[in-house]
């Protein structure tokens, strides 16, 4: 069983179409992210929800939307996409600790998102 | 400039080689994890280290966490192709809800 998934899997789209990836976790997590990773690898949070509540939005432009319907999803959806849209988006969740133990994320497998 | 700074960026060796791959800050972190990630795939989670000076072992890696918790090793013994990733530190901060990476180590382990 896939504890976080994410669809598609690859999205090739063209400038200024509006897109959204979708992920759910099945381990009962109450903490949701997004991160991009760019060509460098460097991997970067742009959000994160705690029960369906935004908790994390880390500089990140309005045209990235997320929307949490329940805990164990959490969408994006990107308006007027851009080229520097490109990367692969990761989805992750986790269970929120008391301070200092764990807060280990579960990771998706990637959404390769192309811009041309 | 990064909060995490990890080096070497990019680590070419021969199976049986040791290395060392190292994971350092000025700020001082709740815990720090190491992660490792597959072409294709997402980071998978290999350990994390809370207690400042602390020593974990997995199999042939050992993960150190610094006494003032400001940094991390993470060494490998006796490399095997199957090593071969990308090595991704993460700290935690203290409130718990956000997690900071470094820049990775792609470590390539050659048969």
């Known amino acids: 069983d896939t504890a976080v998934s994410q669809t598609p899997k690859y999205l090739v789209t063209q400038m200024g179409n509006d897109k959204s990836i979708k992920c759910e976790q099945n381990?009962?997590?109450?903490?949701m992210y997004w991160y991009k990773q760019d060509s460098k690898k460097f991997l970067k949070i742009m959000f994160s929800?705690?029960?369906?509540?935004?908790?994390i939005n880390e500089t990140v432009p309005n045209r990235f939307s997320p929307k949490s319907p329940d805990k164990a999803h959490l969408n994006l959806h990107i308006n007027s996409l851009e080229l520097g849209d490109s990367a692969v988006y990761f989805c992750?969740?986790?269970?929120?600790?008391?301070?200092?133990?764990?807060?280990?994320?579960?990771f998706g497998p990637g959404t390769r998102l192309t811009v041309t | 400039t990064q909060l995490l700074e990890q080096s070497p960026q990019f680590l070419s060796i021969q199976e049986g080689e040791n290395l060392t791959v190292y994971c350092n800050s000025s700020?001082?972190?709740?815990?720090l994890q190491w992660y490792r990630q597959e072409p294709g795939e997402g980071p998978v989670l290999l350990v994390t280290?809370?207690?400042?000076?602390e020593v974990k072992k997995l199999k042939r890696l050992t993960f150190q966490f610094g006494d003032a918790r400001k940094d991390s090793s993470l060494h490998i013994t006796a490399a095997q192709p199957g090593d071969t990733g990308l090595y991704l530190c993460?700290?935690?901060?203290?409130?718990?809800?956000?997690?900071?990476f470094g820049g990775g180590t792609r470590l390539m382990v050659k048969p």
């Open positions: 992750a969740s986790s269970q929120r600790r008391p301070r200092g133990q764990g807060g280990e994320q579960y």
């Open positions: 381990l009962g997590h109450d903490t």
């Open positions: 929800y705690n029960n369906k509540e935004l908790i």
């Open positions: 700020s001082v972190f709740s815990s």
């Open positions: 280290v809370v207690t400042g000076g």
């Open positions: 993460a700290a935690l901060n203290f409130a718990g809800n956000m997690l900071t």
